[in-house]
């Protein structure tokens, strides 16, 4: 299980920069189950997958879709980004084979030393592809977690970047049988598809 604070940086018509950030934790038993939470300014989620059934429940509208699928959190990961159109950078961490993801297009690569993310010492990596530029923090010391990840998609106008600090690590959680298991709330109403 782990805590996330993100931050996804857009840039305003008028060449303005902002930063929305939200909160999410995370819950993953592998090879087929997590439970995840999002909290922001345009969501406010829960999605679990049990192996056999992909469910995102979004709070605001009290609404819900369900998608069977059998499998991975790989293949989860990969329904949510063809049935949302949206890409989700931080998941990059949550595959199965998250080097061979992360380093498919890596042109050149660069260690960068030791530093402090959120009071825990790491080390510093950066990574270029042709699209965008990535760095991650790595935990030092016999434990290697990742503690951040920023990318930077640096042929857009402004460069915005998406980071994500990772906190609260715990590789040995207690979950209960139940865990990975949706149940809709009370009055919520079911959708066939998520609304754009």
Known sequence: SVSADISNEILTTEGQKLQLNA???????RPSRFHATRQ????DAVMTYDGATLSMHGKNL??????DLKGTIDDAIRAIEQGTGMTLPGADLLLSDSYSALTSSVVSSGYYGRAFVGGVETHHLGFRTPKVDWQIWVKAGNEPLPMKYVITTKWMTGAPQYSVQLSNWNTRPVIASNRFKFVAPKGAEKLEALPV
């Not at 922001?40 to 969501?43: K, L, Q, S, T, W």
């Not at 009290?62 to 998608?67: G, H, L, P, R, T």
């Open 62 to 67: 009290n609404a819900y879709v369900q998608k």
């Open 23 to 29: 909160r999410s934790d995370l819950l993953v038993e």
């Open 40 to 43: 922001g300014r345009f969501a």
